[in-house]
């Protein structure tokens, strides 16, 4: 027998085409190399609609993975999501309890909050070591699709995440602005948080540029409220440009208010389309600048996705953001687009303008330099051995 005995805790889990999920399957790839690991986690359901029926699952896996039947709710329900927490929680709790003598550390990669406090509260009394990865920070981002219940949510739910973040060994956060939120609100160590990126396949993400008869602004991702995608449609729609075209490309429950607003701009060319994720690389194939929006207190707290998956895209990124968040700092030290204020629509509208003329050169030249930069710090290579390590401290 070599090494620890590890139990890796994930609510998503290949052939799931999401984020948590290939950073799960990747992470039992590296440690099972000198431990022993087992991966426990729900039945298949996300995204919403996908037909797993169709994928096949790969059998010759060197660690043992455990499919609990939790309830599952891949439609955004808050109630409904919160019991599919409880439940998963209270499944990977019993496994715990059934195998406490062979389990040394858990990773949670787990709904929050429910499932993570369960998780940390049994491992606590059963002396086992947790090293827990936060992709959201939680009541905050449920205050941001739900404001008018910011009281109720900050009062129920955020001692339950301060027990769950004082409480894990390790913390694992994907960006300095969330290790730096969370240090300041819940008051936490700063050697127990580590920070880590996300990352993307290399080879997945890498897109082929052509030639478009109209300029094209491309934004791919989910069609949410923290997404304010609104704030490009209005500025691209005033431009009233016959030069250019909008694509959004994605669902969410904001699609129907934003084909809405679209609806005002007739004289601009805006188009909406499905991104399924084996149809990313072509869309984003289809931009001459990749086009990124969040809420303002959003971009602070969180790190998204898409970003890895447009900077290894190879082309350059418009971002409408709020000041000092990640996605500047790292859009500015790559040198890989431009940074806009949310609400500085003047700005948008003049550098969407700027950019329609632009010397193409200059956005082969930043695209360039955004796969350059994900490579070396947004790479699966990169992150995957800084995330191992975190297991060797113990």
């Known amino acids: 027998m070599k090494g620890r005995n590890i139990l890796i805790a994930s609510c998503v889990f290949p052939p799931e085409p999401v984020v948590s999920a290939t950073i799960s399957f990747d992470l039992a790839n590296s440690l099972v190399k000198n431990n022993q690991v087992t991966v426990i986690s729900p039945r298949p359901t996300r995204p919403f609609g996908y037909n797993f029926e169709t994928v096949l699952t790969d059998k010759n896996r060197a660690f043992n993975h455990v499919v609990v039947n939790s309830y ?106 969330m290790k730096n939120y969370l240090l300041r609100t819940r008051n936490l160590e700063e050697k127990r948080v580590k920070v880590v990126y996300n990352w993307q396949n290399i080879k997945q993400s890498s897109s082929i540029s052509q030639e478009n008869e109209l300029f094209t602004f491309v934004y791919l991702g989910s069609l949410s409220p923290s997404a304010q995608i609104e704030s490009i449609i209005e500025a691209f729609g005033e431009l009233k440009s016959k030069k250019a075209k909008l694509i959004i490309a994605g669902s969410g429950s904001d699609e129907e208010k934003l084909k809405a607003i679209s609806s005002n701009y007739l004289e601009t060319k805006i188009e909406f389309i499905p991104a399924p994720s084996d149809q990313v690389v072509n869309i984003q194939s289809k931009a001459n600048v990749l086009v990124l929006s969040l809420r303002d207190g959003v971009g602070k707290i969180a790190l998204p996705s898409k970003l890895v998956s447009y900077m290894f895209s190879k082309k350059p990124i418009l971002s409408i953001v709020e000041k000092d968040c990640d996605i500047e700092k790292i859009i500015i030290e790559a040198d890989c687009g431009w940074v806009v204020r949310k609400n500085a629509k003047e700005d948008i509208k003049s550098t969407m303008l700027e950019l329609i003329d632009i010397n193409s050169n200059i956005l082969i030249k930043k695209g360039e330099k955004a796969e350059t930069f994900a490579t070396n710090n947004l790479s699966r290579e990169v992150n995957l051995e800084k995330l191992s390590k975190i297991f060797n401290e113990y």
């Open 72 to 177: 599952t709710n891949p439609k955004s329900k808050v109630l409904l999501r919160f019991y599919e927490s409880y439940s998963l929680g209270k499944h990977i709790v019993r496994y715990i309890k059934e195998n406490k003598h062979k389990i040394d550390i858990v990773y949670i990669n787990s709904w929050p909050l429910a499932s993570q406090y369960l998780i940390v509260k049994a491992c606590k009394k059963l002396n086992i070591e947790t090293v827990i990865h936060i992709q959201d920070i939680y009541p905050e981002t449920l205050i941001n699709k739900l404001p008018v219940l910011k009281s109720f949510f900050h009062s129920l739910l955020l001692p339950i995440d301060k027990y769950i973040l004082k409480n894990a060994s390790r913390i694992v956060t994907i960006s300095s602005g």
